[in-house]
């Protein structure tokens, strides 16, 4: 059993061991505690070398604080977008740079310490498996990823998908919406936020990983140019619609950048009014409904993340409620679009998961008692 094997001490090890030989390369390699572990914890059902020891190791690094630590355990294992096969070296001094520090003291300091928050994470994603009463894993986020669940529009019952990991993860989702500022400038690629993410994974890199093209500020600029924008601020709740980049390899086909913060004046925070939420999402799903049949095959899935629930300061419910008075409309008033979210925490995810139970229209409630 795992638990019978499995602690900090047994875990670390096989972590620095799949940080030497990279996550296409485990073939071959004994890691008893990981494999263990991967299979209390996840549903993942091995179809390739190592592909639920990968799965436990995505579900620990999004148990990290968001930020340079997190980041950084992407680089170090492999887990960012394009470095899955990426020698030891080349991942070891990506991720010395987002703490800004040279490799030699990154190997001796900071990647002790990013392993070793691995490990414990892993180490309480266990604890929490064993830990479930009988029955209740089906019911909780500790051991998934991703989940359908049905809800009412109005009269009409629809489903929807939630995923509980990075946004850069979203694989056959046609449109992912990502927040924006109402001045359409990304954050900095080595930042936390969905717009970097995405940014990150969107760009095309050499062999090495260094960026040969930057796309989505490319495509940003080149939009602001056609809409008469260039050096001034759009309007709350507008949408600028670009390509993905090199997550079309993923097979997502378009990004959608919602203008939903306004810069506070004289500091780096934001302003984000619920309403502006409700209208960007609107307007999302307006701008899909006018380019669906555009594209071969034509554009039917859009996810959203909990917009404005980051640095925009709004809360889960806050965030959840502005996305789907909208998302609401539209489906009630009979569009069939696919619709997912995508959350980074387990909190996020049981909260969009209990629209279901909100939203059923009154006269189809039966009594309990």
């Not at 498996?129 to 009412?152: I, K, L, M, Q, S």
């Not at 095309?204 to 490319?218: A, F, N, S, Y």
């Amino acid at each position: 059993m795992a638990s019978s094997i499995l602690d900090y001490g047994s875990v670390l090890p096989e972590l620095k061991e799949v940080r030497r030989t990279g996550l296409v390369r485990l073939r071959g390699h004994a890691l008893p505690a990981l494999e263990s572990a991967a299979e209390a914890v996840t549903a993942v059902t091995a179809r390739t070398p190592g592909a639920a020891v990968e799965a436990l190791l995505r579900l620990a690094v999004t148990r990290l604080d968001a930020g340079t630590l997190r980041i950084a355990a992407e680089y170090t294992l492999g887990l960012a977008q394009g470095t899955r096969d990426w020698p030891a070296s080349s991942r070891r001094a990506r991720a010395a740079s987002v703490y800004g520090v040279s490799v030699e003291r990154f190997r001796k300091d900071h990647e002790v310490m990013v392993l070793g928050q691995i490990a414990e994470h892993i180490v309480r994603l266990l604890a929490e498996e064993t830990e479930t009463p009988t029955g209740a894993a089906a019911d909780g986020w500790g051991a998934g990823t991703h989940r359908t669940v049905e809800a009412w529009a109005g009269d009409r019952p629809v489903r929807f998908s939630v995923h509980l990991h990075p946004v850069d993860m979203l694989r056959d989702v046609d449109v992912i919406v990502s927040p924006s500022n109402v001045h359409l400038a990304l954050p900095e690629p080595y930042k936390a936020s969905i717009a970097a993410s995405l940014r990150r994974a969107a760009s095309v890199r050499g062999v090495t990983g260094e960026v040969l093209e930057d796309l989505l500020p490319q495509e940003l600029r080149e939009w602001a140019v056609r809409h008469g924008t260039s050096g001034r601020a759009v309007l709350p709740g507008t949408v600028a619609a670009t390509g993905s980049g090199a997550l079309a390899g993923q097979g997502v086909r378009r990004i959608y950048h919602a203008a939903i913060a306004v810069p506070r004046a004289g500091t780096n925070d934001y302003n984000v009014l619920p309403a502006d939420v409700t209208r960007s999402v609107s307007r999302a799903l307006a701008v899909l409904a006018e380019e669906s049949d555009r594209h071969d095959p034509p554009l039917r899935s859009v996810c959203f993340p909990l917009l404005g629930s980051g640095r925009g300061g709004l809360s889960y419910q806050v965030s959840l409620a502005a996305v789907w008075a909208a998302v609401e409309a539209e489906l009630a008033g009979g569009a069939h679009w696919d619709v997912h979210f995508v959350v980074r925490t387990a909190e996020a995810a049981e909260l969009v998961e209990r629209i279901a139970a909100g939203i059923r229209p009154a006269r189809d409630r039966r009594p309990t008692g």
